[in-house]
């Protein structure tokens, strides 16, 4: 029997997020056999209706609140996909837990960590079940890499290095003015870093404690407005950001992003250490679940050198097709709960404490 999804957010933009990421592996085999897009909610009817017409869902089924859509009884699970409009999330998923409909939203689960908590407790007092979008863990690289790590061939592992540049935050178009909003709860640090190091503890453990470094590098950049004039303004989030830190199993641990010009090319590198080999993983962009990185394998030996290390496709962009597939295959591995993501919450809040204060926190 089919899942009877109601998402939040979806457009009729070919180009959205909510398309890409969860329609398309949504319509394709072998998703197609496991779920049915049957309602929408947004904002507004005339979008809402647009996006219906778009992927062949009834006109009945079109909302314009989260209370609807929640009440509808043909849904079984609410999607909110609003992508990086943090602050709605917690008004969005509210109904469908109150409704006791099984949720998935998009990470940051919540506007900081006492909202993710709040809405931890409420699908835990509903008895519903929950997914949060912390895809990475499940891109094809990263379980291969899990698969090696697990077979024993790298040892024990004694040290990891992540690094990222990009220009990316060098400035913004209009429409993502709000990361520019230090209480918007989206920028590179909730973000960027939240997914990053998720897969990073999600492979070799958490953090037995950190201390991280922030900077703004570039003070003004430049904000594209919708008839394309750009106009320098105040840089009010963090550009870049470091943070280094031993992990549970005894490993040392660096993470960097920087911020830079068109000067720089984009690059992301992470090196996971053993005693007996080690992995590498390369690719213009740590968001390894848009950009699929190319990983490496080294082993001791004479003459030994990184060996590239094959791995299958993801199913689309954005790699959200992978959690769906493994729900509804009913497997745990890979998923992430609400009180999962409450964790990776309190390890942002750790990152946040310690760059403000200067101290080494844990979580």
């Not at 009945?60 to 609003?82: F, G, L, R």
Request: charged share 25%.
């Amino acid at each position: 029997m089919s899942i009877r999804l109601g998402i939040i957010g979806l457009s009729a933009e070919k180009s959205a997020w909510a398309t890409r990421a969860h329609v398309v592996p949504l319509k394709s085999s072998p998703l197609s056999g496991n779920y049915d897009i049957v309602a929408v909610a947004t904002s507004k009817p005339e979008t809402a209706e647009a996006a219906a017409e778009a992927y062949d869902i009834s006109k009945e089924k079109t909302y314009s609140s989260p209370e609807a859509i929640a009440k509808d009884s043909d849904v079984d699970m609410v999607v909110v996909s609003v992508k990086a409009r943090v602050p709605l999330h917690k008004h969005l998923t509210s109904p469908a837990l109150e409704a006791k409909k099984d949720v998935f939203v998009e990470w940051p689960l919540g506007n900081g960590l006492q909202e993710a908590e709040e809405l931890a407790a409420l699908a835990k007092k509903q008895g519903v079940k929950t997914l949060v979008g912390l895809q990475s863990r499940l891109s094809p690289s990263i379980q291969k890499a899990k698969e090696i790590i697990e077979s024993g061939a790298l040892g024990r592992i004694t040290a990891t290095s992540l690094a990222g540049s990009n220009s990316m935050f060098i400035g913004i178009s209009a429409k993502y003015e709000y990361m520019n909003d230090p209480n918007s709860g989206a920028n590179l640090i909730s973000i960027a870093t939240g997914h990053a190091l998720d897969t990073l503890c999600y492979l070799l453990g958490e953090f037995k404690h950190l201390t991280a470094t922030t900077a703004i590098t570039f003070p003004k950049f430049p904000l594209t407005n919708g008839d394309g004039k750009t106009e320098m303004i105040e840089r009010k989030f963090k550009d870049s950001i470091a943070i280094q830190g031993i992990l549970e199993n005894g490993a040392i641990a660096n993470y960097a992003f920087t911020t830079t010009t068109e000067a720089t090319p984009p690059r992301f590198e992470w090196i996971i250490s053993g005693v007996k080999g080690s992995l590498k993983f390369e690719g213009p962009s740590m968001f390894i679940s848009m950009f699929p990185p190319t990983l490496f394998q080294h082993q001791i030996g004479e003459g030994a050198n990184w060996e590239e290390v094959k791995f299958g496709s993801q199913m689309a962009f954005g790699g959200v097709g992978e959690i769906y597939a493994a729900y509804a295959e009913g497997k745990k591995d890979g998923l992430v709960d609400f009180d999962e993501a409450v964790k990776r919450h309190r390890m942002i809040e750790a990152i946040y404490r310690s760059a403000e204060k200067g101290t080494r926190e844990s979580y």
